[in-house]
């Protein structure tokens, strides 16, 4: 049975994590300037001056958010490269499976995405944290590379993250439709598997054949 001083800590861990889950969503909806101690006790339930009994400042409450909220993108990715996936889709029908990912992950979810990763890189305390979920997301992507038999996946690993992070920019602009992005994304991934397939080697004596037929 647990104790009163037990049961009072626990009530505090779930009022900070209310905070920091409140000040997430005030981030998603005004960016920094919107989380305020008022406007981030009155989105979390609580009164006005649950969060400075909490934090400190603003700055300490936007830097235990951003960096809570990347910790647990890490621990998901990181549980996921861990899984020993079944890979049951070829590059040749993985742009309907993008599509569909798309399609549940909107642009404004990849802008939300985008702007906690780059607010989080921002802070140097906040910066390991960030490479972490970077390192999880290259690790996950090297699990599922290596589960369809790419020999030492790491590298195109990191390669098709850096596509993949770019497609999220890109998308913001709404320069092609959600289907075409996902088709591009799929293009340059095949084309990325394709490079790492024949080596450099290889690339080198495509590149040079293109130079000897422009000539």
């Known amino acids: 049975m647990a104790t009163r001083a037990q049961l009072s800590q626990e009530r505090s861990r779930l009022r900070r994590d209310e905070l920091l889950a409140a000040a997430i969503e005030l981030f998603a909806e005004g960016g920094s300037r919107a989380i305020t101690h008022r406007a981030v006790a009155a989105r979390a339930g609580l009164p006005s001056a649950t969060t400075t009994y909490y ?15 990347i910790d647990q993108w890490s621990r998901d990715l990181e549980a996921l490269a861990a899984i020993d996936i ?7 029908d993985a ?13 404004e979810v990849a802008a939300l995405e985008l702007a906690i990763f780059l607010a989080a890189a921002r802070v140097p305390e906040l910066r390991d944290n960030a ?7 290259e690790d996950l992507a090297t699990n599922l590379l290596g589960r369809v038999g790419v020999n030492e996946p790491g590298p195109l690993a990191a390669s098709i993250v850096t596509l ?4 999220a920019v890109r998308r913001q602009s709404g320069l092609y439709t959600e289907d075409e992005e996902a088709r591009l994304l799929v293009l340059a991934i095949r084309g990325l598997v394709a490079a790492h397939a024949i080596g450099p080697e290889g690339v080198d004596r495509t590149l040079a054949d293109l130079r000897e037929a422009q000539e």
């Not at 993949?164 to 497609?167: D, L, R, V, Y």
């Open 131 to 137: 490479a972490r979920s970077m390192q999880a997301f």
């Open 164 to 167: 993949i992070t770019g497609t």
């Open 95 to 107: 742009s309907q499976l993008i599509s569909r990912v798309f399609a549940v992950r909107g642009p």
């Open 55 to 69: 934090f400190e400042s603003i700055d300490e409450l936007i830097r235990e958010a951003l960096g809570a909220h």
């Open 86 to 92: 079944d890979v049951d889709v070829s590059l040749d």
